[in-house]
């Protein structure tokens, strides 16, 4: 079982660089979000989706871009890389009822930007 | 706006040793509130998800248990063991929202 699947798990990055961040899942959830972790900061969320065409922000969504084109697809997009986005970034998913609202991790991508 | 808070944030206990993780949380208006383990370098794993309604969840060596009223949570691991060694964080998913909020974690360390 597939899962929640992450690419790629490792990039450097030159500040002002552009990149995407991809992720899928293969449960036909409802609900996608993007979370980053950093030391002493907890895991804060970035953006969030609970449907095709359906998105909105988190905590911390400046600097970044998300769009949800499918059900199995929410790709995260870095616009002008800085160095404050270094981070281990992490995307989940669940159902959005609240009955089954077990939420799944992908394994992280790695993200440093010089 | 939520705020979860675990206590402790670092312990390090012999193995065969009964544990309680503690999860705080100010609003109490949750759809229901998840423990995870992290181990190093890798994603969250779902330990045990407790829903409003419910006091507790148990699977195996873990027991969770829930009280709205206060905003608390424990996780309760019986009999430790090294394999244990993880960092363990709760989140709580709140009323008329679609965010989960986490905790900044517990790292356990159990040693032989």
């Known amino acids: 079982n597939a899962g929640v699947t992450q690419t790629p798990k490792f990039q450097v990055l030159k500040t002002g660089q552009s990149m995407t961040l991809q992720c899928a899942q293969d449960m036909n959830h409802e609900y996608m979000s993007w979370y980053r972790q950093d030391p002493g900061m907890g895991l804060r969320l970035i953006h969030y989706s609970v449907g095709a065409g359906i998105t909105d922000q988190g905590e911390v969504p400046n600097g970044y871009n998300v769009s949800r084109s499918t059900t199995e697809d929410f790709p995260l997009r870095l616009l002008s890389a800085a160095p404050s986005q270094t981070s281990v970034y992490f995307c989940?998913?669940?159902?959005?009822?609240?009955?089954?609202?077990?939420?799944?991790f992908g394994e992280g991508s790695r993200l440093t930007v010089l | 706006k939520q705020e979860v808070t675990q206590i402790p944030a670092a312990l390090s206990v012999p193995e065969g040793e009964n544990l309680v993780l503690n999860c705080s949380f100010t609003d109490s208006a949750i759809y229901n509130l998840q423990w995870f383990r992290q181990d190093p370098g890798k994603g969250l794993t779902s330990l045990l998800l407790?829903?409003?309604?419910?006091r507790e969840q148990t699977s195996g060596r873990l027991n969770a248990s829930l009280d709205k009223s206060s905003g608390r949570s424990t996780l309760y691991i019986a009999a430790s063991q090294p394999g244990d060694s993880a960092t363990y964080l709760c989140?709580?998913?709140?009323?008329?929202?679609?965010?989960?909020?986490f905790g900044t974690g517990t790292r356990l360390q159990v040693f032989p």
């Open positions: 989940a998913s669940r159902y959005r009822t609240s009955n089954t609202g077990e939420l799944f």
């Open positions: 989140a709580v998913l709140s009323y008329n929202t679609d965010k989960l909020i």
């Open positions: 407790i829903q409003s309604s419910q």
